[in-house]
């Protein structure tokens, strides 16, 4: 497809289960970045690759939280033994910049999680 | 779709007016910002952006003020439409990092 694609869309997961998010960006995109939005929120970043080098992943809360990008362009972020406070929507982006400046982010529609 | 934003603060218009929305940023070592809109159940759009050697820069009905002085932006929405209604965010990229910062937001509502 044109745009960022996630999947699942919606997932409810029962406390302590292991979760895993997929992201395909856009086709060509050297950055891809994971953001966590709460309700209400605005997103906050947890991780950014650029190919299949993770450069920062100073925004994972916890190391329960952990994201790969193997092949340099599908992305999964995986929360492992997941809590309440992990529901929250995750938003991928792709960009088609490969430095520090984030340009323009395209984003997906995001994975809800809710954690029951 | 989820709603985005339940508490946040909201400007209400009505249909041809013109909007402004307002955001203070934190870091004075921040050197990009961008406005993004957030309809529900959608993940952020890209409005317009602006460097921090700019004080101004106008878009399609949309016009992007920058105050470093005071760490303010605003947008600015032209003659306001029912489609304009969404979330609003600004962010920035503090210099030489990799990671956009997103600010609560602001929930636009257009009246007809």
């Known amino acids: 497809g044109a745009g960022v694609s996630q999947s699942p869309r919606y997932k409810v997961a029962k406390r302590g289960q292991d979760v895993a998010l997929r992201c395909d960006p856009i086709?060509?995109?050297?950055?891809l970045f994971w953001y966590q939005q709460a309700l209400g929120q605005g997103p906050e970043f947890l991780t950014y690759?650029?190919?299949?080098?993770?450069?920062?992943k100073s925004g994972l809360p916890s190391d329960r939280f952990f994201a790969e990008r193997p092949e340099g362009s599908v992305s999964t972020l995986k929360i492992q033994r997941t809590q309440q406070e992990d529901s929250a929507v995750y938003l991928c982006a792709s960009s088609n910049r490969g430095t520090t400046y984030t340009g323009e982010l395209f984003f997906g529609e995001g994975s809800r999680l809710t954690v029951l | 779709g989820e709603s985005v934003g339940l508490h946040l603060p909201t400007l209400s218009v009505q249909e041809g007016d013109n909007s402004i929305i307002n955001c203070a940023y934190s870091?004075?070592?921040?050197?990009?910002f961008i406005w993004y809109k957030q309809e529900s159940g959608k993940g952020p759009q890209f409005i317009i952006d602006i460097r921090s050697n700019m004080d101004k820069r106008q878009g399609q009905r949309v016009t992007v003020l920058l105050n470093k002085t005071v760490k303010h932006l605003s947008l600015q929405i032209a003659a306001t439409q029912p489609g304009d209604s969404a979330v609003y965010f600004c962010?920035?990229?503090?210099?030489?990092?990799?990671?956009?910062?997103f600010g609560t937001g602001t929930r636009l509502q257009v009246f007809p």
């Open positions: 690759f650029q190919n299949e080098a993770q450069l920062d």
């Open positions: 086709s060509g995109h050297v950055s």
């Open positions: 870091n004075s070592a921040s050197d990009y």
């Open positions: 962010a920035e990229n503090i210099e030489n990092t990799d990671k956009l910062i």
